[in-house]
């Protein structure tokens, strides 16, 4: 769309025909198969990878997907959908994360590679899904961010853009909130037939890096070695993040120095709200990620 959104619709065999021999205006955009999730709820994974870090969250359906009770929206729709028929939550675990972040440096690699390191990425946001089978399915990338991304625009001179980078920001976020549903069912004209599920109540808890309420589930974890190299990158300082005084606030100062440089403290991790993730991972993109492969 034009506001940058990306709209997803989906389709039964009736929809299908009318989109494709009768519908007058259609949008660019991908004809996808359907690929049946494992379990009997309907699920999307997107992943926020950067050569540093990767993220995995899962959006999962409330309804079951064969319940032919409700209308098909409401039981397909997922990042797209309203809060209170679906459920955001992190994924857990090392397995299926690991394998979504080896596809995502795939993708990175390849487009870098094509077109002879002109573009190469520093972070982006894919859709994943996961079949009965286990099988992991990309589905497709709903934001990206160049490295050199800031040198590319024509809204800002060069002298801006060195200043913005020299506070570690070398782009600009990545866009979540861009899946939507067609018009005709943000209108609420699809054809519903039961009520909205109960809305569970949201648990809060205290961001340790900067001390705003943040829904639980959507706390980032992020390891203590990021903070670290995020911070001296985006001040210049090797002094002691303040988040760790919050941690650890029985801890002298002097301690906690000797402390930061011990392998096993670097790697314990530690859950924080988005934008503090965001402050501590966006001035260590600007390193090349494929310096190797020039």
């Not at 961010?145 to 801006?160: G, N, V, Y």
């Not at 519903?192 to 980032?220: D, H, I, N, Y």
Request: glycine share 4%; aromatic share 8%; charged share 30%.
């Amino acid at each position: 769309e034009d506001d940058g959104s990306t709209q997803i619709e989906y389709f039964d065999l009736e929809s299908l025909r009318e989109f494709l021999f009768e519908r007058r205006d259609r949008p660019d955009g991908l004809l996808q198969k359907f690929i049946h999730p494992a379990g009997e709820n309907n699920h999307l994974l997107r992943a926020l990878w950067s050569p540093h870090v990767t993220m995995l969250e899962r959006c999962t359906n409330r309804r079951n997907i064969n319940d032919s009770r409700f209308d098909l929206y409401q039981r397909a729709a997922t990042f797209e959908a309203p809060n209170h028929e679906v459920e955001a939550q992190p994924v857990r675990g090392s397995a299926l994360t690991t394998c979504v972040k080896a596809i995502a440096e795939q993708v990175a690699e390849h487009i870098y590679l094509v077109s002879s390191g002109a573009l190469s990425i520093s972070r982006m946001a894919l859709n994943f899904k996961t079949d009965a089978k286990d099988r992991v399915w990309l589905l497709f990338a709903s934001s990206l961010r160049l490295e050199d991304e800031l040198l590319r625009t024509d809204k800002l001179s060069e002298q801006e853009c060195s200043e913005i980078a020299r506070h570690g920001f070398i782009n600009t976020p990545l866009e979540l909130d861009v899946l939507k549903l067609p018009e005709h069912v943000r209108n609420g004209k699809a054809s519903g037939k039961a009520a909205p599920t109960s809305v569970k109540e949201k648990q809060f808890c205290e961001c340790p890096a900067c001390s705003e309420q943040v829904e639980t589930c959507r706390l980032v974890v992020v390891p203590y070695r990021l903070i670290l190299d995020g911070e001296e990158a985006a001040t210049g300082s090797s002094d002691i993040p303040a988040v760790f005084r919050t941690l650890f606030p029985n801890t002298s100062k002097e301690d906690l120095k000797a402390l930061v440089h011990t392998p096993n403290f670097r790697l314990r991790e530690v859950g924080v709200c988005e934008e503090c993730y965001m402050r501590y991972s966006t001035p260590l993109l600007g390193k090349r990620h494929y310096e190797g492969m020039a």
